[in-house]
């Protein structure tokens, strides 16, 4: 199995910035790709961005010019940054990571942080 622990969620001001972590542990082979998803009150659990391993990295629209995601293969992390922040961006933010192993395509997801944002 992977454990995904993330980090780096909190309070801050509108146009205010964060950086969220997520380290891998476990059975890290066979990984396709890592990311990040969020899910607001209310609302379904919708993709930020995510980085496929070889290729480039996609985002959300919404994200686009003020989020950016990379990754430390060395480390199995993946980070986002998040610069420009508005309240529409307040959600718990979760870490993902695809897995494509014996022929078996595996999802795993981390505890999620809380990112809030205050106008």
């Known amino acids: 199995q992977v454990q995904l622990v993330e980090s780096g969620g909190g309070l801050v001001q509108a146009g205010g910035s964060l950086n969220l972590s997520c380290a891998a542990s476990g059975s890290i082979f066979g990984i396709n790709s890592m990311g990040w998803f969020r899910q607001a009150p209310g609302k379904q659990r919708e993709l930020v961005a995510v980085s496929p391993s070889g290729a480039p990295s996609n985002y959300a629209d919404s994200v686009k010019g003020r989020f950016t995601i990379s990754r430390d293969n060395v480390k199995n992390a993946v980070y986002l940054q998040m610069n420009n922040l508005k309240p529409e961006d307040t959600a718990v933010y979760y870490c993902?990571?695809?897995?494509?192993?014996?022929?078996?395509?595996?999802?795993?997801w981390g505890q999620g942080t809380q990112v809030a944002v205050s106008s």
């Open positions: 993902r990571l695809g897995r494509y192993w014996s022929g078996i395509p595996e999802v795993f």
